[in-house]
């Protein structure tokens, strides 16, 4: 499949990665809006929110600790930050491969 987070979960594509496990793998935005920008992915495929099924429940719940792991990783825990998950054409989706934007290390707006 021609996915770039695929080819990033494979080791075919680098990346700069915060947290790696069997399930998640955590990396540095390549094109970062904040100090502190990670995706964070499952190394399933997943198009995006609306294609999580009821068999990915426990590794829904898992990215969330994942989340928090690189919440803490990155120090973002201490002064708060954003997560965001980006779902088709409105949403803005530009890798269609579920993915959750940790972002922080500057004070947010709140902007549509
Ligand atoms: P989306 O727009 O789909 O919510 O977010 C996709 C994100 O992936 C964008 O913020 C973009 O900068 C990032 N991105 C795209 N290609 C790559 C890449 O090859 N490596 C990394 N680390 N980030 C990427
Ligand atoms: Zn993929």
Known sequence: MDCIFCKIVNGEL?????YEDEFAVAFHDINPIAPVHVLTIPKKH??????????DKELIG???QVIQNVARITGVD?????VIT??????????????YHVIGGRQLEWKA
């Open 14 to 18: 680098p990346s700069q990665k915060v």
């Open 46 to 55: 997943i198009s995006s929110l609306l294609d999580i099924g009821t068999e």
């Open 62 to 64: 898992h990215l969330h």
């Open 78 to 82: 201490k002064t708060g930050f954003r």
């Open 86 to 99: 980006n779902i088709g054409e409105h949403g803005q989706q530009s890798v269609h491969h579920l993915h």
